[in-house]
C-alpha cells in the first residue's frame, strides 16, 4: 500500500524529472554500458556523470544475458579503490530491463533478485525504464503464440510471457517504475506514467506543479476512450498481444532473410537474437583480419558507407556506449543496432535484410581485397 504513480507526458519527460530527482550536482548514476544514450545526456544536463555497468551480452560459462551483478557488486564494494575513487558513490541505477535498448535482451526473474539484492546491500534505487516489456517474443523458430486470438487467454499472457517487473521484488520502496504508451499504443501521443512509492511520486509531483503541469488533456482523453471501449484492462491486454504479434511476424521475417543469405553462410556475422521488443543486434566478424579493438571503429566505418551505398541505415554499438573508455565496451562494441518498427510491411522487412546481408558481403570482399589494411596502424 506505499506504492503511488503520476501521469506523465511520455518516457522523455519521466527520465528528465527522474535525473532532477536522483541526479545530484557532481554526482554520479550507474547505467548499463550500452544503452538509451539521452539518458546520459540528460543525467549530464544536471551535471551528474553515468557510470556504465559491464553487461554480458554474449554470456559463456552459465552466466546469464544481462547486467553482470559480480561486476556491479565488486564496483561497489571496492569503489574506493576503483578508477571513479574520486567520484561519489551512486545513489540509483537506470536499467531498460525487458527488450533493452540497443541489445533486445531481457533479464530474467533469478538476475533482477540478485540486481536487487546488490541494490539492498549497497542502498541504492532502481530506475526501470520498461517501454517494451509488453513485446514479448517467443524464442525464434517456434510458434507464434499470439497468431490464434484467443487462445492465449491474459492470465496465461502475463503468467507465461511478461517478464515480471522490479517492483513485484521490492520489499523496500528502492524501485521507480516507468512505462509509456508510445512503442504499444501510439507515437507521439506524449503519454506515460512513474510508478514508485509515495515518497518519490510526492516530490516528482511537486515538481511536475510547477514544470510541465498535467498530460495533455486530448491525449489522456483519446487513450482512455479508446481502452474503454475495447473493454478497459482486459481490452488493453488483447491489444498488447496483437502488437507483440506482428513484432514477432517481423523479428522472425527478417531473421530468416539474414540466416538465408550468403553472408551468414560465410560466417560473416552473427545474430543475437532479441527476447522482446523491437531491437536486434547483429555482430560483424572483423576481430580475425583486425585483431586490435582500437582499429575497429574507423574499419566500420568503411561497412557505414556500404550501408549507406545499399540505402540501407544502422546504427553502430559505439554510438550507444556509456563511455567508450570502459575497459569492456570496445571489444564488445562492433554491432549493429537494427529495428524492426521503422518499416511499412514485411516486403520492406524483407528487403532491408536483404541489403545488409549484401553490404556486409560487399565489405568483406573489399576487407579480404587489403583495401582496409592500411587502418590497421
Known amino acids: 500500500e506505499d506504492w503511488d504513480a503520476i501521469i506523465t507526458n511520455g518516457s ?55 547486467i553482470s551483478p559480480e561486476y556491479l557488486d565488486d564496483l561497489l564494494t571496492n569503489w574506493d579503490s576503483s578508477d571513479y575513487k574520486d567520484l561519489p558513490r551512486p545513489k540509483a541505477l537506470y536499467t531498460i530491463p525487458t527488450g533493452q535498448n540497443p541489445t533486445g535482451l531481457s533479464q530474467s526473474l533469478e538476475l533482477r533478485k540478485k540486481i536487487y539484492a546488490i541494490a539492498e546491500k549497497h542502498n541504492f534505487i532502481i530506475v526501470e525504464d520498461d517501454p517494451y516489456g509488453y513485446i514479448s517474443l517467443p524464442k525464434y523458430g517456434t510458434p507464434n503464440v499470439y497468431e490464434n486470438e484467443g487462445k492465449l487467454s491474459n492470465d496465461d499472457y502475463i503468467k507465461d510471457y511478461l517478464k515480471p517487473s522490479y517492483l513485484t521484488i521490492d520489499t523496500s520502496g528502492r524501485v521507480i517504475r516507468l512505462e509509456t ?6 507515437p507521439g501521443l506524449r503519454l506515460g506514467f512513474i510508478v514508485a512509492n509515495k515518497y518519490f511520486i510526492e516530490k516528482l509531483s511537486l515538481y511536475t506543479a510547477l514544470s510541465t503541469r498535467a498530460p495533455s488533456g486530448v491525449s489522456q482523453l483519446l487513450f482512455n ?38 553472408s551468414y553462410s560465410k560466417n560473416q556475422f552473427e545474430v543475437v537474437e532479441p527476447d522482446a521488443g523491437m531491437f536486434i543486434i547483429l555482430y560483424v566478424n572483423i576481430e580475425e583480419k583486425f585483431p586490435d579493438p582500437k582499429t575497429w571503429e574507423k574499419v566500420l566505418d568503411q561497412l557505414r ?56 558481403e560487399q565489405f568483406f570482399e573489399d576487407l579480404d581485397a587489403g583495401k582496409y589494411d592500411h587502418l590497421k596502424r
Not at 27 to 43: D, K, M, R, Y
Not at 231 to 251: E, F, P, Q
Not at 309 to 335: A, C, E, Y
Open 181 to 186: 504508451y508510445s512503442k504499444l499504443f501510439a
Open 225 to 262: 476512450n479508446i481502452v474503454q471501449n475495447w473493454g478497459g484492462v482486459d481490452g488493453w491486454l488483447n491489444w498488447a498481444k496483437k502488437i507483440a504479434k506482428h513484432y514477432t511476424i517481423r523479428r522472425d521475417y527478417f531473421l530468416k532473410t539474414l540466416y538465408d543469405s550468403k
Open 12 to 66: 522523455g519527460d519521466s527520465l528528465h524529472k527522474i535525473c532532477d530527482l536522483l541526479v545530484e550536482t557532481n554526482g554520479t548514476i550507474l547505467v548499463e554500458e550500452f544503452t538509451f544514450t539521452p539518458f546520459n545526456s540528460t543525467a549530464g544536463n544536471y551535471n551528474g556523470t553515468a557510470i556504465p555497468v559491464k553487461l554480458n551480452i554474449r554470456p559463456k560459462d552459465g552466466k546469464e544475458p544481462g
Open 305 to 360: 558507407y556500404k550501408t549507406v551505398t545499399n540505402g540501407i541505415d544502422v546504427v553502430f554499438g559505439n554510438r550507444m556506449t556509456t563511455d567508450l573508455n570502459f575497459k569492456f565496451t570496445t571489444p564488445k562494441s562492433h554491432f549493429l543496432r537494427l529495428t524492426i518498427a521503422a518499416v511499412h510491411d514485411n516486403d520492406e522487412i524483407v528487403e532491408a535484410a536483404k541489403r545488409l546481408s549484401i553490404s556486409i
